[in-house]
């Protein structure tokens, strides 16, 4: 079977070339073998390191370069180098490995004590060195826990000493509380984006494609393309499985209208081509169960219906990574206990690894544990997500900086709310998009019918049982 493991690498004691093409190079004692395509920049620091650059960091403020204050990077100067570092990016300084703001750039390792350790952005190619680790278990958790039994998922803040199969817990909360007027906060998060998408364009030098849908986040992308002055067109999927109403899936080509881009529609709700050796090559580089199928893996088959756009991807995923959302559903959590215990399915070692993270992690912005349940439940689910769309497209996802979300978490709790903060942003950056709704319903009669044909369905196939499951959701998110 042929898998790309596209942009994917191995970092351990000696060279591990999972494809003929791979590049693999000496850091210290250790060995660094990744995709060709995989961007990778090196230099030495001052404490005589070789210190690796993995992925595409976009600065989004004025100063140098990533690539130019890679000399500076240590475990010591990372945090304060990287604050403004936008998207998916890891760090190698000598034999330790850290990731990006939410850890999107995923960096994998065995949760099992053994002989050699090594780490990759590949659970699979974990599984083919230690045989077992990467099986399937059940669905997502609190990190570092993984839907694999025996892989660990580096957390933001971490380092990973692969020399040693050691993770150094971080140092001080996760995000900065940042003083300031709530118009102070919206005006530096805005500017940051809006350096970002000319930054971004720099590098491509091409016109951009940003995904669109009828939500709040991915507008965003588009405000501040349109802020930047930057070319870029826009593209919405129709999923087989997206619960969406029609006015909800009008609103891309609405938003187009409004602010004079186009807006193309990749139609996934078409049975796709038969092909299970394209879904199972699908499988091994995402690591995705077929139970997933048809959620996340009906990226299997865009890869083709992608062909004809643009080679990069933006994407505006990483704006639900601090959500407020949990602060409406759920009441404050006593304490790291009682936060693993309302939503978990893992082992000791893993509740424990969790509860040694947040312990270090809590303060500054993100005072309420509340505010970590999207980023823990979410970042290698996400990683997982994106690993897809790199198997066609260069991604970039903006919002995936340690400042914009030490922004978005010091607004007040009441700006949080219904993401009234980024809400806010959106409006600043392009103030017409403030007249369009937010995930629109239809009209109660069509709804009503719509719900009807559901409850059909759910009855058909699950009985009374189905109907009970339905009844109980709803009861738990009112």
């Given at each position: 079977?042929?898998v790309?493991?596209t942009?994917?690498f ?18 210290g ?12 920049h ?9 210190v690796?650059?993995l ?18 990077m240590?475990v ?15 760090v ?14 995923a ?25 077992g680790c ?17 892989v ?12 040693t ?7 001080e909360p ?10 102070d906060l ?19 030098q ?10 709040a986040?991915?507008?965003?992308n588009v405000?501040?393309?349109s802020?930047a002055?930057?070319p870029f067109?826009?593209?919405t ?6 619960d ?15 602010l ?6 990749v139609d996934?709700?078409?049975d ?6 394209r ?9 995705f ?10 990226y299997?088959?865009i890869r ?20 407020h959302y ?10 790291a ?7 978990f ?10 509860k040694?993270?947040?312990?270090a ?10 505010d970590f349940?999207?980023?823990l ?5 996400c ?5 897809a769309?790199?198997m ?11 400042r ?12 949080r ?6 809400i ?5 950056l392009?103030?017409?998009l ?6 629109p319903?239809?009209a ?15 009855a ?7 109907l ?9 998110t009112k």
């Amino acid at each position: 079977m042929d898998v790309p493991h596209t942009r994917q690498f191995v970092f351990g004691p000696a060279p591990y070339a999972a494809r003929s093409d791979w590049v693999t190079v000496r850091v210290g004692q250790l060995w660094l073998s990744h995709c060709p395509s995989l961007c990778v920049h090196r230099s030495v620091n001052v404490n005589g390191e070789d210190v690796m650059l993995l992925g595409v960091p976009i600065q989004c403020a004025d100063g140098a370069t990533p690539e130019q204050e890679l000399a500076r990077m240590s475990v010591d100067t990372m945090k304060r180098l990287t604050d403004t570092w936008s998207n998916r990016w890891a760090v190698i300084s000598g034999s330790r490995i850290a990731t990006d703001a939410g850890a999107l750039l995923a960096v994998f390792y065995p949760s099992d004590t053994h002989e050699h350790f090594y780490a990759s952005s590949s659970q699979r190619l974990l599984g083919q060195l230690f045989p077992g680790c990467d099986e399937n278990v059940r669905g997502s958790a609190f990190a570092p826990a993984t839907p694999q039994r025996g892989v660990f998922a580096l957390l933001p803040g971490q380092w990973l000493d692969v020399a040693t199969g050691t993770v150094e817990e971080i140092r001080e909360p996760l995000f900065d509380q940042v003083p300031g007027s709530i118009e102070d906060l919206r005006e530096e998060y805005a500017a940051l984006l809006r350096n970002c998408f000319k930054r971004i364009h720099q590098r491509e030098q091409k016109t951009l494609f940003i995904s669109l849908s009828g939500g709040a986040d991915s507008r965003r992308n588009v405000a501040a393309a349109s802020s930047a002055g930057v070319p870029f067109e826009a593209f919405t999927f129709r999923k087989r499985y997206w619960d969406a109403s029609d006015a909800d899936l009008q609103l891309p080509t609405r938003i187009g209208r409004l602010l004079g881009f186009p807006v193309h529609t990749v139609d996934a709700r078409v049975d796709p081509p038969s092909s299970v050796e394209r879904r199972d090559i699908y499988m091994q580089h995402t690591a995705f169960r077929a139970l997933d199928i048809p959620g996340e893996l009906y990226y299997y088959y865009i890869r083709d219906m992608w062909k004809g756009y643009n080679s990069a991807q933006i994407d505006g995923q990483a704006y639900e990574m601090t959500s407020h959302y949990y602060h409406k559903k759920v009441e404050p959590f006593a304490g790291a206990d009682a936060m693993l215990a309302w939503c978990f399915s893992s082992t000791a070692l893993s509740r424990a690894a969790s509860k040694r993270y947040l312990s270090a992690a809590a303060g500054g912005s993100m005072v309420d544990l509340r505010d970590f349940v999207c980023l823990l439940a979410n970042n290698a689910v996400c990683a997982q997500m994106n690993q897809a769309m790199d198997m066609w497209a260069v991604l970039y996802t903006p919002a995936n900086c340690r400042r914009m979300y030490s922004l978005s978490q010091s607004a007040p709790v009441e700006q949080r709310t219904d993401k009234r903060f980024l809400i806010s942003v959106t409006e600043l950056l392009q103030p017409s998009l403030a007249s369009l709704p937010t995930n629109p319903p239809d009209a109660l009669p069509k709804r009503m019918i719509q719900n009807a044909r559901k409850l059909i369905q759910v009855a058909r196939k699950g009985g009374i049982a189905g109907l009970r499951t339905v009844a109980r959701r709803k009861l738990l998110t009112k």
